[in-house]
């Protein structure tokens, strides 16, 4: 049994060797879980208006709004049906921001290899994670705890490994080597959700009104050039980043979150959890609870898409709660244009009555814009905003 984590002053007690509290935050909640932390340090409490349960006041039960999102069936989406799935897919980006994602043809196996080398990988010794630690946000590989280490005020109850995932063959040389499995099977992972991420492009241009696949067939449609222009950016140099997101059990589950609220970067998010629930989406001014729906994929729309589509699809606020007595895995799979471009909304998006809503931007203002941010508030598309 591990022995009791003994908080106190500025240092901390494992077998009877001293660190300062500020080392032991940066090694990460795990390695703080699996030697026997009892209580969450101060470094992880939020300000009473922040923590989970503020909703309990209003409607008596904490945090268990929950939400049934939108369900998109991708094979229906594929078939003689596809009109109609469409709407379904507009509506849900529109008034969700979000949705589930079944019958996406990835095979099982496939998802759960992912899901066991990413707990296969947390389980490792630290001294084994921590090789891959980096402050450096453009690092091909970075493993490390809460938001954004350097910067948070407060801490979140989470560790990470973040892959860069293009190109491929300069970025898998710095991925870990350990499990031995490990980069064979984030490989096969990354290949079909880039794959699926492509599918979805398309509907979603499609259900913009920017596309349309019979005159894509054809080659006719001289108007789509734009828009297949950004379909072949995506495609050949499309970025790639896949986060694993590890929380461990916490004691006082209550006073910290997961994840603090934030959007996401680029333009979809596939998101894969376990069975264990924890992501809270924002909705009608409540925090709702998804439900995991086994073998499918939470698809979100990211900041590039509402941008590219000039506000119509919503980039919207999640977070993460923790609770007392399951580990939870998710994996991320973020994508979006290659880092070197600019975002804009499609000209063909932006009329009289919706002007341009938002400002030009890139990978190097988002960078900018994380590295002077504290985790109040991680929400980069409001300063992209032009009204
Ligand atoms: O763990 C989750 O459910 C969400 C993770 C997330 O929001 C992220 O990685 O950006």
């Known amino acids: 049994m591990s022995p009791a984590l003994v908080l106190s002053g500025k240092t901390r007690e494992i077998n009877g060797s001293y ?11 795990k390695h703080m879980y699996d030697n026997g932390i009892e209580h969450v340090p101060s470094k992880y409490i939020l300000p009473a208006a ?5 909703n309990s006041e209003k409607n008596g039960s904490p945090d268990e709004l929950n939400l049934n999102l939108p369900i998109i069936d991708f094979a229906e989406l594929q078939g003689p049906n596809r009109a109609q ?3 379904s897919l507009a509506y849900a980006c529109e008034n969700y921001g979000f949705f589930q994602l079944v019958n996406h043809g990835i095979p099982e196996e496939i998802i759960s290899n992912m899901v066991n080398v990413s ?3 947390f389980e490792m010794p630290f001294s084994e994670r921590e ?16 938001f954004n280490q350097t910067n948070d005020g407060v801490f979140c109850w989470r560790d990470f490994l973040k892959l860069v995932c293009h190109p491929l063959s300069d970025v898998l040389p710095h991925w870990p080597s350990s499990p ?32 349309n696949r019979e005159n894509k067939t054809e080659g006719v449609n001289d108007d789509d050039v734009d828009d297949d222009d950004i379909l072949k950016e995506l495609e050949d140099d499309g970025s790639q980043l896949m986060v694993m997101n590890c929380y461990p059990p916490c004691p006082q589950p209550d006073l910290t979150l997961g994840m603090p609220p934030h959007s996401d970067y680029g333009f979809l998010t596939l998101l894969l ?3 264990v629930k924890g992501l809270q989406i ?4 409540n925090w709702v609870t998804v439900q995991p729906i086994p073998g499918s994929f939470v698809v979100n729309v990211g900041d590039h898409l509402e941008i590219f589509s000039n506000g119509r699809y919503k980039s919207v606020l999640h977070r993460v709660l923790v609770n007392s007595m399951n580990y939870r895995i998710s994996v991320a799979s973020l994508h979006s244009l290659p880092f070197t471009s600019t975002v804009r909304p499609s000209d063909k998006l932006i009329t009289d009555t919706n002007p341009r809503r938002y400002k030009d931007t890139d990978f190097a203002s988002f960078l900018d814009y994380i590295k002077s941010c504290d985790s109040k508030k991680k929400n980069f598309l409001e300063s992209r905003k032009l009204y």
């Open 180 to 211: 031995f499995d490990f980069r064979q099977l984030v490989v096969s992972y990354a290949k079909e959700t880039k794959l699926l991420f492509m599918l979805l492009v398309e509907a979603i241009l499609e259900s913009l009104g920017l596309k």
């Open 273 to 275: 959890q376990d069975q």
């Open 19 to 29: 660190d300062s509290l500020e080392m032991l935050y940066q090694k990460g909640v």
């Open 119 to 121: 707990k296969r990988f």
């Open 131 to 146: 090789k891959y630690m980096s402050a450096d946000m453009s690092s091909p590989v970075r493993y490390g705890t809460s």
């Open 85 to 87: 799935v469409l709407k």
């Open 50 to 54: 922040e923590r989970p349960n503020v």
């Open 282 to 285: 924002q909705h009608q001014h």
